[in-house]
């Protein structure tokens, strides 16, 4: 139980165009969904927390107009990378939560991404 | 959150135990101490966490002092699958908050 997959695992786009990723919790509603993005050879970092229904809310430092992201189901919450530039190649990773609270958080595999 | 303190790296052999320390110094009375782990290009993998008491499950135990200032994960008898970066992260829910801050981790090698 409590898998959680990302979609696509890998993606190579042009600078200046737009990227979607998705994060599915596929056995379990995931009430609260959290976005990291992590550099080669560095830790992983929160970019954003999305709770189903409302606005995300973004760590410091963070543009919430470039990293658009949507949680409009208790299953799916997309990152859209918007005008992507080469600084903005990371590993994306998302991670579900059953609740806001007291709750364990369930990782996915990630998205590679590549701005050429 | 409170910082921990990892050692960079650590080296294992294969069918031993693997021992990785964390310093949590400034803990308060209501975090919980987790550990997850980092396989190369992989999600984070949740291990074991504990608040008090010693934790122990399929993968791992979990020690903690008695005065909750540093913990250690061991794995009791590594195998090369184990090879990963492991994260030890204190963590609060207080406030509602859900949040997980990662340091920089051990990367643990194990080796033949």
């Known amino acids: 139980g409590a898998v959680v997959s990302q979609h696509p695992s890998w993606v190579i786009c042009k600078s200046g165009t737009s990227v979607k990723i998705e994060c599915r919790s596929l056995d379990f509603q995931a009430t609260t969904m959290f976005w990291y993005r992590q550099f080669p050879k560095q830790s992983l970092m929160l970019m954003a927390t999305?709770?189903?229904?409302?606005?995300?809310?973004?760590e410091q430092g963070v543009e919430k107009d470039k990293f658009l992201i949507n949680h409009a189901s208790l299953t799916l919450s997309t990152l859209t990378v918007t005008s992507a530039h080469p600084e903005d190649s990371s590993f994306y990773i998302c991670?579900?939560?059953?609740?806001?609270?007291?709750?364990?958080?369930?990782f996915g595999p990630g998205t590679r991404l590549t701005v050429t | 959150d409170a910082k921990t303190t990892q050692p960079p790296s650590m080296d294992c052999a294969e069918g031993r135990a693997a021992n990785l320390p964390c310093n949590h110094s400034t803990i308060s009375g209501n975090e919980y101490v987790y550990w997850y782990r980092q396989i190369h290009s992989q999600g984070p993998q949740y291990i074991i966490h504990?608040?008090?008491n010693n934790e122990t499950n399929e993968m791992a135990s979990l020690i903690i002092t008695e005065d909750r200032k540093s913990s250690t994960l061991i794995l009791p008898h590594a195998t090369l699958r184990d090879t990963a970066v492991y994260y030890c992260?204190?963590?609060?829910?207080?406030?509602?908050?859900?949040?997980?801050?990662f340091g920089t981790g051990t990367q643990l090698k194990v080796e033949l």
């Open positions: 999305s709770n189903e229904g409302s606005k995300a809310t973004y």
């Open positions: 504990g608040l008090k």
């Open positions: 991670s579900a939560s059953i609740g806001r609270g007291a709750y364990e958080q369930y």
């Open positions: 992260i204190v963590r609060s829910f207080t406030g509602g908050g859900n949040k997980l801050t």
